[in-house]
């Protein structure tokens, strides 16, 4: 069954949020949204989560699932907000736990930061399934970008977060603690494996070089073909070679101190003091 995808882009973090609906009624999922936030002020915003809370009413649909492709390190997640506003279940991968072991040490979080992934809803592990109304969703476990990245091929659209981006642009970084270029090619290939008609939607858009529009959808036929990185039956050792010397050129994402505190909470703040005010921490020479 092919479910129809609404596509929201964030220009400020280059993401891509996906509203996937099911075509014969209202059930929706939504995936990888995205909160805004001025780094300067400190300053939260829910102007591109309110763009996804319209799309949702106006169409009159029920979010059954608030998912998550991994916990992303360039912006926040507006999945409470979502949740707060449309109702849903916040899902991520099971190695969420691996995520939040690294990162609780990073941030010298106290024993109240639970690392058993009890902020989400659900976790899921490889081979699970869930459904969006009629669609049935099928996860898997496509680590490599990090070691808990998710890919959710619902009906004939594999949402595949950051492990493949548009075929000009190639693929994601593996120079995140726990990242591996060799897992990101094993995972790859699994995505490769589906039905070359499989639509691909990416989580992140940059344009290529020569290119001036922002794209998000492809085809894994397309990603075969085409595919800068690793198209063509590019051999592992040859992309393993070209991602790790490219990822030592890369700086960190400009969100990701913030990003990780709040997105290994589920999208949650840190708990507020006894003031009640809330404060993001700033590890110095750590990351
Ligand atoms: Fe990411």
Known sequence: MKPDVKAFFDTATNTVSYVVRDPNGRSAA?????????????????????????HIKAEDLTPAWI???????????????????????????????TIQDTFGKVFNEGTEFQRDGSQFDSLFEDG??????????????????????????????AFVGDTLFMPDFGTARCDFPGGSADMLYQSIQRILSLPDETRIFV???????????????????????????????????????????????????????????????AGNMPEPDQQGDVFLKVPVNKL
């Open 67 to 97: 998912l998550e492709t991994h916990v992303h390190a360039d912006h926040l997640s507006a999945a409470p907000y979502l949740q707060e506003q449309l109702g849903g279940k916040i899902a991520i991968g099971q190695h969420i736990t």
């Open 203 to 265: 989580g992140h858009d940059y344009k290529a070089p020569g290119r001036d529009q922002f794209a998000w959808e492809t085809t894994v036929g397309e990603q075969k073909q085409r595919n800068i990185h690793i198209g063509g039956e590019k051999p592992a050792a040859d992309f393993v070679k070209m991602r790790e010397a490219r990822d030592a050129t890369l700086a960190m994402p400009r969100l990701i101190v913030p990003s990780l505190q709040v997105n290994m909470r």
């Open 30 to 54: 939504i995936i990888d949204s995205v909160l805004d936030f001025d780094y300067a002020s400190g300053r939260t915003g829910t102007r591109s989560a309110d763009a996804i809370v319209a």
């Open 128 to 157: 699970d399934s869930f459904h969006v109304g009629q669609l049935r969703g099928d996860v898997l476990h496509t680590p490599g970008h990090t070691p808990a990245c998710m890919t959710y091929v619902i009906g004939d659209a």
